[in-house]
């Protein structure tokens, strides 16, 4: 993995990717941010030696350098999934370059649905904490000791000054920020009534397909990171309705902007 990592990152710096302090995640219907970057240098993921493809239809599929707030930043838009028929070691490999690169923070958005009844869709939630349902951990590899400490410590597996900030943010701009357990899921299907259930008897406050191996190995590498996921959509498992993934898109939409504003204001603190 260290001679697939050191080739994606010369060839990146080859196309006039600099050195990047902050790495930025882009989830589902997220994408916008973009537009505040002054962009320097961007690529497919399927030029990049080694990189996965994004197939998820609103996944844009591109690794973005740049300057926002200031800093210089790459940007992932689309990120990648287990249930694309990916390894967790595949799906944190653009986790593994930026650091290379020179990322010293990261911050990961993503889609979610809400668990905790007392939440709404179109709001979103600083992730405290999360369950790893992924059935696997993208560090469980022969040689991960020479990236990192095997037995990463996860007491607390995000940044609690970053966390902190975000807070004073949402509370400075008057955003309503939620804050809560993340439980990662394969998928792609939805979860079933029970499953819901489940999910809200064993902590979690939201439900997703991605970010928990991201996290991992962030803490690997001993990167701070946070993360911020836009509730999407509302599963209480005694008024289900079916998935409405144009509605779910439309809901990320929606809380953009406050996530955009959150971000920016972070990076200009970093």
Do not use: W
């Amino acid at each position: 993995m260290i001679k697939q990592i050191t080739e994606a990152v010369e060839f990146l710096q080859s196309r006039g990717f600099g050195k990047p302090e902050v790495g930025i995640i882009l989830g589902t219907g997220l994408g916008k941010i973009i537009d505040r970057v002054t962009v320097e240098a961007e690529m497919s993921y399927n030029h990049i030696p080694n990189f996965p493809t994004a197939t998820v239809e609103f996944h844009k599929g591109k690794l973005v350098y740049g300057e926002l707030a200031g800093k210089k930043v790459i940007l992932m838009q689309g990120r990648f999934h287990v249930y694309e028929g990916y390894s967790l070691e595949d799906v944190t490999f653009p986790v593994r370059v930026m650091r290379a690169l020179g990322i010293q923070n990261l911050l990961v958005s993503n889609a979610s649905g809400a668990i905790n009844t007392s939440f709404k869709k179109g709001e979103i939630m600083l992730i405290d904490d999360h369950i790893n349902l992924q059935g696997g951990s993208p560090l469980a590899f022969k040689g991960v000791d020479k990236l990192g400490e095997r037995f990463v410590d996860m007491s607390a597996p995000y940044d609690v000054k970053m966390n902190a900030k975000i807070e004073e943010i949402a509370a400075t701009q008057e955003i309503v920020l939620r804050k809560g357990v993340y439980a990662s899921v394969v998928g792609p299907q939805l979860e079933t009534r029970a499953e819901y259930r489940y999910l809200k008897i064993i902590g979690a406050d939201a439900v997703g397909m991605s970010t928990v191996p991201e996290i991992i190995v962030a803490n690997h590498l001993g990167l701070p990171v946070a993360a911020v996921s836009v509730l999407t959509d509302e599963c209480d498992p005694d008024n289900l309705k079916p998935v409405d993934i144009p509605d779910i898109i439309a809901q990320a939409g929606k809380a953009e902007p406050q996530m955009i504003t959150i971000f920016t204001a972070l990076i200009k603190q970093l």
